[in-house]
């Protein structure tokens, strides 16, 4: 069974701060990881892969295999940036379903 | 079209009726998925379609929930004699084919059942 967690549901941080969002997965496999991302009032939307290595709106993250994590980072946080994030996870099975995580917001303020 | 569209995009009914929920995806993408967003369970895989057929239907919470696709494009999601817990935002998406392409998301279709 494939899972994703995402342990914090809200982050609050000032503008110019970090910000680190984390997500913790379990597949038996080697997974696809993603992270989508919805602002206020706009669909979701792919904010990066992890096969692609790079960077997005100056958000990076890093598949650890060892850690089973997929860790999403800026190092200076725009308010901008608030929205809801969403850690997902796709199989090698027929069809890559994903499987997404609880999501956290994001709350950057002035 | 742009992006993927769905329709309607809000829906009140009485408990007990059925409801059809349309996706139109991205011209040319073979793969469609739904996904229902609620507040207790988050995000969650409904079924997916590649072309006509659907290959995994493992998400669908019951049989009264079904789903068609046909000419390889619009897929209907239909929802019947509903009940209060199916009230959440129904969400399409659509990719290019099944190989790990990234998933484009419609605007969801927000049911409420009363």
Partial sequence: ??????????????????????????????????????????RLQLLLRHISRESIKGFTADLNKGETSFHLKKPFAQE???????CALSGTAAGNKLTFGGGTRVLVKP | GAGVSQSPSNKVTEKGKDVE????????????YWYRQSLGQGLEFLIYFQGNSAPDKSGLPSDRFSAERTGG??????????????????????????????????DGTRLSIL
Avoid at chain 1, 24 to 42: A, C, D, I, T
Avoid at chain 1, 80 to 86: I, K, L, N, R, V
Avoid at chain 2, 83 to 103: F, I, K, R, T, W
């Fill in chain 2, 21 to 32: 929920l349309r996706c139109d995806p991205i011209s040319g993408h073979t793969a469609l």
């Fill in chain 2, 73 to 106: 494009s619009v897929s209907t999601l239909t929802i019947q004699r509903t009940q209060q817990e199916d009230s959440a935002v129904y969400l399409c998406a659509s990719s290019q084919a099944a190989g790990n392409q990234p998933q484009h998301f419609g």
């Fill in chain 1, 1 to 42: 069974a494939q899972r994703v967690t995402q342990p914090e549901k809200l982050l609050s941080v000032f503008k110019g701060a970090p910000v680190e969002l984390k997500c913790n997965y379990s597949y038996s496999g080697s997974p696809e990881l993603f992270w989508y991302v919805q602002y206020s009032r706009q």
């Fill in chain 1, 80 to 86: 901008e940036d608030s929205a809801m994030y969403y």
